[in-house]
């Protein structure tokens, strides 16, 4: 059974519509992230949640907005699309640990959610 | 910021042939993943190896954190390898870890 899920697989929207990309994750943990991957560039970090809260915000734009419902739970909203957001969105965990202020967490991720703005 | 440079950028190797996958980071890392990209997108955790060697099955990832490398060992390649091998590093500097990737080596592996 999958760990993490992302829903949908694939997903086509038009400019200047919106939409949310689902993730959920049954790995128990309490650390949750999103990264993108585009064609161009290698995989970047988003933002990192721990116990619900937001830790890091690596994206410039404030189109982009989690939402965490549940501990387990964290999607991704993004307003007025544009095309340069084609991308695979893939959600992640990990059980964050700090050991004399250094972590050792080990990430997992999800299958990824590619999608296309026309 | 820390940038993550992998090396080769592609690999072609007949089965049975041993690859050798580079990873140099600019900055400490006291994180460090070795994952695998199928050709379908799918990302797989390989190795957590922030320092020393550890070995999965025919993989051997050995870091050395002073000098900021660290490198992927496959031995006897089979097809089902082939893909992109991503290094994936985390400076500890966050609360919670935030990963910069490299570009990945592209590896095909033919019978």
């Known amino acids: 059974d999958p760990k993490i899920i992302q829903k949908p697989k694939y997903l086509v929207a038009v400019t200047g519509s919106e939409k949310i990309l689902i993730c959920e994750q049954y790995l128990g943990h309490n650390a949750m992230y999103w990264y993108r991957q585009s064609a161009k560039k290698p995989l970047e970090f988003m933002f990192s949640y721990s116990y619900q809260k937001l830790m890091d915000n690596q994206t410039a734009s404030s189109r982009f907005q989690p939402q965490s419902s549940k501990k387990n739970h964290l999607d991704l909203q993004i307003t007025a699309l544009k095309p340069d957001d084609s991308a695979t969105y893939f959600c992640?965990?990990?059980?964050?640990?700090?050991?004399?202020?250094?972590?050792?967490?080990?990430?997992?991720f999800g299958p990824g959610t590619r999608l296309t703005v026309l | 910021g820390q940038q993550v440079q992998q090396s080769p950028a592609s690999l072609v190797l007949q089965e049975g042939e041993n690859a050798e996958l580079q990873c140099n980071f600019s900055s400490t890392a006291t994180q460090l993943q070795w994952f695998y990209q199928s050709p379908g997108g799918s990302l797989v955790s390989l190795l957590s190896n922030p320092s020393g060697t550890k070995h999965t099955g025919r993989l051997t990832s050995t870091t050395v954190t002073k000098e900021r490398r660290s490198s992927l060992h496959i031995s006897s390649s089979q097809t089902t390898d082939s893909g992109t091998y991503l290094c994936?590093?985390?400076?500890?500097?966050?609360?919670?870890?935030?990963?910069?990737f490299g570009r990945g080596t592209r590896l095909q592996v033919y019978a």
């Open positions: 992640a965990s990990s059980a964050p640990f700090r050991d004399w202020g250094v972590n050792y967490a080990e990430q997992f």
């Open positions: 994936a590093i985390d400076p500890g500097t966050q609360v919670v870890g935030q990963l910069t």
